[in-house]
T-cell receptor, first 113, second 113 residues
Framework: AQKVTQAQTEISVVEKEDVTLDCVYETRDTTYYLFWYKQPPSGELVFLIRRNSFDEQNEISGRYSWNFQKSTSSFNFTITASQVVDSAVYFCALVKGSYIPTFGRGTSLIVHP | DVKVTQSSRYLVKRTGEKVFLECVQD?????MFWYRQDPGLGLRLIYF???????EKGDIPEGYSVSREKKERFSLILESASTNQTSMYLC????????????FGQGTRLTVV
C-alpha cells in the first residue's frame, strides 16, 4: 500500500517569511511520481509540479522550490518570501502503477499581511 | 483552456433525497474520479472510472454509486442522502499513466439537512 503524510495541518506565517511544507511518502515501488497541488479558497485544485522517482534534482520556479530526497522519502515544498496570495491548502500526491493518485491530508497555509 | 465542470457549486438537499452530482470534462480523458474533502481528512476517493461504463470502488464507496455512460461525463449519485454526506465533493480527470496530472473541477459543497 502507498501512503502520503503531510504532518503539518496548518501553518501560519507573516508575509515575506519563507515557509516549507513537508511531504513524506511510503511506497514499495521503485517507479512512481510525486505531485504538488494548490487549492485556493475558490476550491479548484491546481497542479504545481510533478517529479519522477529517478529524478532527484531540486526544482525552482520563481518563489517556489521543491526538494526531493529519496533517501528520506520526502518531497518538500518551500515558498520564499510568502505573499497573501499563497494562502491555500496544499496537497502532496503519489502515483504509481495503479495510476490512482494517493493524496496527503493537505496543509493549510495562511499568510498574514 | 482545459476544463472540468461540476454542475453546482452549492447544493442543499433533504435527508432521504436522491442526489445527482454531475461532472463534465472537455479533455477526452479516460480516467475520472470522485473525491470528497472533509476538514482534517484530506481527499478521499469515492469512485473512479477507467473508461466509459467502467467503474471501480474507491476507499469510501458506501452510500454512493456512479454512472459513466459517455466519456466526458461522470455522475455521482447519493441514493438516499444522509447528514453525514454533507461535504465538499471534487471531480477530477486525467489521462492514464503515472506521470499525468489530474485536473479538478471547482467542487460542489453539498449540505444535507
Amino acid at each position: 500500500a502507498q501512503k502520503v503524510t503531510q504532518a503539518q495541518t496548518e501553518i501560519s506565517v507573516v508575509e515575506k517569511e519563507d515557509v516549507t511544507l513537508d511531504c513524506v511518502y511510503e511506497t514499495r515501488d521503485t517507479t512512481y511520481y510525486l505531485f504538488w497541488y494548490k487549492q485556493p479558497p475558490s476550491g479548484e485544485l491546481v497542479f504545481l509540479i510533478r517529479r519522477n522517482s529517478f529524478d532527484e534534482q531540486n526544482e525552482i520556479s520563481g518563489r517556489y522550490s521543491w526538494n526531493f530526497q529519496k533517501s528520506t522519502s520526502s518531497f518538500n515544498f518551500t515558498i520564499t518570501a510568502s505573499q497573501v496570495v499563497d494562502s491555500a491548502v496544499y496537497f502532496c500526491a503519489l502515483v504509481k502503477g495503479s495510476y490512482i493518485p494517493t493524496f496527503g491530508r493537505g496543509t493549510s497555509l495562511i499568510v498574514h499581511p | 483552456d482545459v476544463k472540468v465542470t461540476q454542475s453546482s457549486r452549492y447544493l442543499v438537499k433533504r435527508t432521504g433525497e436522491k442526489v445527482f452530482l454531475e461532472c463534465v470534462q472537455d479533455m477526452d480523458h479516460e480516467n475520472m474520479f470522485w473525491y470528497r474533502q472533509d476538514p482534517g481528512l484530506g481527499l478521499r476517493l469515492i469512485y473512479f472510472s477507467y473508461d466509459v461504463k467502467m467503474k471501480e470502488k474507491g476507499d469510501i464507496p458506501e452510500g454512493y454509486s456512479v454512472s459513466r455512460e459517455k466519456k466526458e461525463r461522470f455522475s455521482l449519485i447519493l441514493e438516499s442522502a444522509s447528514t453525514n454526506q454533507t461535504s465538499m465533493y471534487l471531480c477530477a480527470s486525467r489521462e492514464p499513466g503515472s506521470n499525468t496530472e489530474a485536473f479538478f473541477g471547482q467542487g460542489t459543497r453539498l449540505t444535507v439537512v
